[in-house]
């Protein structure tokens, strides 16, 4: 009878101490994919491997492919549903703004996306991008204030500029001075665990 029991309860105990994971899908271009650096020494390996470490059962799905743009942001999305995510972390805009893309048709891609989300029940956090300084004063404001203004829309988090502490040093980047080298990756993904694990 006990060996009966047991065999009965151990499939039981065995999902209760491995329950399935929840997913992250991060949703990005190369600073996502992680453009320079071996796959699992992008940030969305890091990141996984520190929710893990604090006892947090997620994974992080990492959706970036470079030179991506706002316009394929839905069209990805719709496709990566399938993966039935739980939360998505959309960090996508850089690409429009290096190529000087109007703000207005980024805006309307992201919101679009975000909106695909909602609609679909699944939590969703905004990552803010940046530009450079050489690309005028007037510009860079309205680029950046696009995705407060996105957030407070949709009311969903934003999670400020996760290349601040490594942005200019050339310690910590590519020759190209844009993407993170594995040093920098690892600033990124301690910076990102910090800001996303309340959310999760």
């Known amino acids: 009878m006990k060996t009966s029991?047991?065999?009965?309860?151990?499939p039981v105990l065995v999902w209760a101490q491995n329950p399935t994971p929840k997913k992250i899908l991060a949703l990005g271009d190369s600073l996502t994919e992680g453009y320079g650096?071996?796959?699992?020494?992008?940030?969305?390996?890091l990141l996984e491997a520190?929710?893990?470490?604090?006892?947090?059962?997620?994974?992080?799905i990492n959706s970036g492919i470079s030179g991506s743009t706002t316009a394929s942001a839905k069209g990805r999305l719709q496709w990566q549903l399938k993966n039935k995510p739980d939360v998505i972390f959309l960090a996508l805009g850089a690409n429009d703004g290096l190529r000087g893309l109007k703000v207005a048709d980024s805006e309307k891609n992201l919101s679009e996306a975000i909106l695909l989300a909602q609609n679909s029940k699944i939590k969703i956090i905004l990552a803010e991008m940046l530009m450079p300084p050489n690309y005028g004063e007037t510009y860079r404001k309205e680029f950046q204030n696009m995705y407060s203004r996105l957030a407070k829309k949709h009311q969903i988090p934003l999670i400020p500029f996760?290349?601040?502490?490594?942005?200019?040093?050339?310690?910590l980047n590519l020759p190209d001075g844009i993407?993170?080298?594995?040093?920098?990756?690892?600033?990124v993904a301690e910076y990102l665990f910090q800001q996303l694990k309340g959310h999760l």
């Open 162 to 171: 996760f290349l601040k502490d490594i942005a200019g040093k050339p310690e």
């Open 179 to 187: 993407h993170p080298n594995e040093k920098g990756y690892q600033i």
């Open 5 to 10: 029991l047991f065999f009965i309860l151990f």
């Open 50 to 60: 520190k929710l893990k470490n604090a006892g947090l059962n997620w994974v992080v």
């Open 37 to 45: 650096v071996a796959r699992e020494r992008a940030y969305p390996a």
